[in-house]
């Protein structure tokens, strides 16, 4: 029982402190088991009938990733020069999420949600940090990786060894919700109360 009690706390604090980062070390790659620790947990998401959807593309070439890294836009509540990863803080790694329109239907989104949650968790316990990155040029990524017209890209999502932290604040309902850096340069995310999103009958 005690055992199951300290699983379930490290499971709490995996999740609150697997944030979104934007600043990585960009001389270290992710190794071979994370990787398919990444890719598994895809594989362990539930979906809607169970009609698997979602197909993705992992991107480790270097080149390939300063690439799509071009074509990203990171951190839409700060001002570039601050939100926007500099030469050396790049992500190494990025999956592409795509649907196949054959497959897809209107409960598609919240399939890709599950698998990108299970992904970006998986890799944090890896002590990888990762963005979920929506704000790509589609046409321009499916050019970039002959990407064919049976899918549609749902987002991309970068990997990387972060080099800063990021924490939750909770803030009250009439509070601004746009995170912000701290003096460290860590991001602080303002997280809404749960008396405040939670109603319990
Ligand atoms: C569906 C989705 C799309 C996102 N798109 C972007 C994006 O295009 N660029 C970016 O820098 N962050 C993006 N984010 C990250 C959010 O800004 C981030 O989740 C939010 O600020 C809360 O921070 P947290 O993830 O640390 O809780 C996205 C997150 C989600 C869930």
Known sequence: MG?????????????????????????????????????RAQQYASCGNNRQPLRYIVVRDEKLVDEIFGITRWAASLPPEQGQPKDGEHPVMFVVVLEDNKLKNAITGTDAGLAISNMTLAAWNHGIGSCIIANVKKDALK?????????????????????????????????KLSYYLDDNRDYVVPRKKIEDVVKFM
């Open 3 to 39: 055992e199951i009690v300290m699983k379930q706390n490290g499971l709490m604090e995996l999740l609150k402190t697997r944030r979104t980062y934007r600043r990585f070390d960009q001389t270290k790659k992710i190794p071979d088991d994370a990787v398919n620790d990444i890719v």
């Open 143 to 175: 050019e970039l990786l002959s990407i064919g017209e049976e899918y549609t890209v749902n987002c991309v999502v970068a990997f990387g060894y972060p080099t800063h932290k990021s924490t939750i604040v909770e803030v009250g309902n009439d509070e």
